[in-house]
Each structure stands twice: as structure tokens, then as C-alpha cells.
């Protein structure tokens, strides 16, 4: 038997998390219809704080960052296109097959992963065949 928590403990536990960031933003309303949403719940016991849930929440939380490392991802793959060494679309190709076995054991890595290879496909196919090793 698993110990995985439940998707409404997991999603207390998201709400929990994102509870404290609004509170330390001073954002009072959003924070307040937040816990409405938390108070709906009733008894669910939200996901621990340490749980790998939580802390895969923290990454997915920051869609700068996730924006910005795809960004440096499509500049470092077109540099390896230019130099003929794997084209934009290889590695696309190759990047969304790890994302699909990812998600198979964390849902949030796998969906930024498979985000990153949709940009470098867009980027690929932006490129044409300009780039084709």
C-alpha cells in the first residue's frame, strides 16, 4: 500500500503553501478567499510541508524561472544546431521523451520538462531546416 497522499491533501497542502507566500506578500484579499477555499475543505489534512509534493510545488510555483531556463535551453541548443553537433528539433524530440518517463514519477517535473521541449520545437521549427546536422 502506497503512503501518497490524497489529491484533496495535496491540494490543501498546495493551498497552504501558496497561503503563506500571498501572506508574506501582504496580499490580504486573495489571501483570505484562500482560506475560504482551505475553510471548504473541512477535515482534510493537508500534505506535510516537507513532503516531495510540496517541494516539487516550489519549482512549479515560479513560472519566471521555468520560462527563463527554457529560454537559456532554446540558446544553448541553437548554438549546438550552428555548430552542427544535434539540431533544435533532435534534442526537442529527445527532451520530450524524458519529460513523458518523468511525469510517470513527479507530475509537476514532468509537465515543466515537457513545456521546455514545446518551446525548443517551436524554436526548431522556427529555425527550418537552416540548422539540420
Known sequence: MTDAPSPLARA?????VALSILDEAGEASPAAY?????DALGGVEPAAPGSELLRQAAVA???TMVRAIGGMLAVL????GREKIASVEEISGI??????????SSAAEG????????MLRDVGQALGDKQAP
Open 12 to 16: 490543501a497542502g498546495l493551498m497552504r
Open 34 to 38: 484562500l482560506q475560504q477555499a482551505l
Open 61 to 63: 510555483a515560479d513560472p
Open 77 to 80: 541548443c541553437t548554438v549546438l
Open 95 to 104: 527532451l520530450g521523451v524524458y519529460a513523458a518517463t518523468t511525469a510517470e
Open 111 to 118: 509537465l515543466i520538462l515537457g513545456y521546455w521541449a514545446a
